[in-house]
T-cell receptor, first 113, second 112 residues
Framework: EADIYQTPRYLVIGTGKKITLECSQT?????MYWYQQDPGMELHLIHY???????EKGDLSSESTVSRIRTEHFPLTLESARPSHTSQYLC????????????FGNGTRLTVT | DQQVKQNSPSLSVQEGRISILNCDYT??????FLWYKKYPAEGPTFLIS?????DKNEDGRFTVFLNKSAKHLSLHIVPSQPGDSAVYFC???????????FGSGTQLTVLP
């Protein structure tokens, strides 16, 4: 069974604070992704990585940044949180086999006040 | 411009009956399609997929149909069970980018 963990599950934070959303997977997957989703809306890809030291921006412009120093770890950072960043952030990983499905974590629900 | 559309935000069916969830796409380069199920406070989980070389794929109670000429796919669940109540997302990818494009989801409620 897929093991991908996101912390924290819920975060309420004030404007201007720096935050890091953690994502770790134990499957040895090279590919990892961050999606952003608002209620009733589609999932939007904001960052992805195909391996260590490789990161790319997704389709949806985001002020967040990511790093991939270790295969299993793909944290997302917001240097200065704003209310517009309030959303659910979903981390996922997949294998290298073509059309490998994404395995998602349980997400972080971020609220910026 | 939304390339993957799920026009029904919600659907209610009686337990034991068939649930049909629909998805339309506009990008003719999409060649692989997936359905994900999402419970509240959890991440989406993969349900079933289909390649564009097929028009049907079945896995237990779940069947996905693909109509390439109409750029339409559907997910059939039969018989529906209360535990199937969740949000269902349709997703598609093309051969070059291999990034998934998601629809906005359909909330399925199966009534006991």
């Amino acid at each position: 069974e897929a093991d991908i963990y996101q912390t924290p599950r819920y975060l309420v934070i004030g404007t201007g604070k720096k935050i890091t959303l953690e994502c770790s997977q134990t499957m040895g997957h090279d590919k990892m992704y961050w999606y952003q989703q608002d209620p009733g809306m589609e999932l939007h890809l904001i960052h992805y990585s195909y391996g260590v030291n490789s990161t790319e921006k997704g389709d949806l412009s985001s002020e967040s940044t990511v790093s991939r120093i270790r295969t299993e770890h793909f944290p997302l950072t917001l240097e200065s949180a704003r209310p517009s960043h309030t959303s659910q952030y979903l981390c996922a990983s997949s294998g290298t086999t073509p059309n490998s499905p994404l395995h998602f974590g349980n997400g972080t629900r971020l609220t910026v006040t | 411009d939304q390339q993957v559309k799920q026009n029904s935000p919600s659907l209610s069916v009686q337990e034991g009956r068939i649930s049909i969830l629909n998805c339309d796409y506009t990008n003719s380069m999409f060649d692989y399609f997936l359905w994900y199920k999402k419970y509240p406070a959890e991440g989406p989980t993969f349900l079933i997929s289909i390649s564009s070389i097929k028009d049907k794929n079945e896995d237990g109670r779940f069947t996905v149909f693909l109509n390439k000429s109409a750029k339409h796919l559907s997910l059939h669940i039969v018989p529906s069970q209360p535990g199937d109540s969740a949000v269902y997302f349709c997703a598609a990818s093309d051969g070059s980018a291999r990034q998934l494009t998601f629809g906005s989801g359909t909330q399925l409620t199966v009534l006991p």
